[in-house]
Nanobody
């Protein structure tokens, strides 16, 4: 699976943004998908994940209730809708694919999200 993230940019605190990840190559619908982020000077952390069918979603506590992960298998795309953004959400956001539901073996190049206070 080749992954291409897009949609990042600059937004004010309290604002909203959607980042997208387009997949190509091997079967997208056969992979669970996840979003991770890495803030400057910090380790990469899990943000959200979605099952193959989209029926199950998982979130880090820090984004629960503010972020929503969704996928469109017909368009081979996964989305991360972000609301009520905070300066601490500033990071490079990476999408990733897992064919076994545990290990993310495929990663996109990342898209930068900056939230100004």
């Amino acid at each position: 699976v080749q992954l291409q993230a897009s949609g990042g940019g600059l937004v004010q605190a309290g604002g909203a943004m959607r980042v997208s990840c387009a997949a190509s190559g091997r079967t997208f619908s056969g992979s669970s998908m996840g979003w991770f982020r890495q803030a400057p000077g910090k380790e990469r952390e899990f943000v959200a994940a979605i099952s193959l069918s989209g029926g199950s979603t998982y979130y880090a506590d820090s984004v629960k209730g503010r972020f929503t992960i969704a996928r469109d298998n017909a368009k081979n795309t996964v989305f991360l809708h972000m609301l009520s953004l905070k300066p601490e959400d500033t990071a490079v956001y990476y999408c990733a694919a897992s064919e076994n539901g545990n290990d993310y073996g495929y990663w996109g190049q990342g898209t930068e999200v900056t939230v100004s206070s």
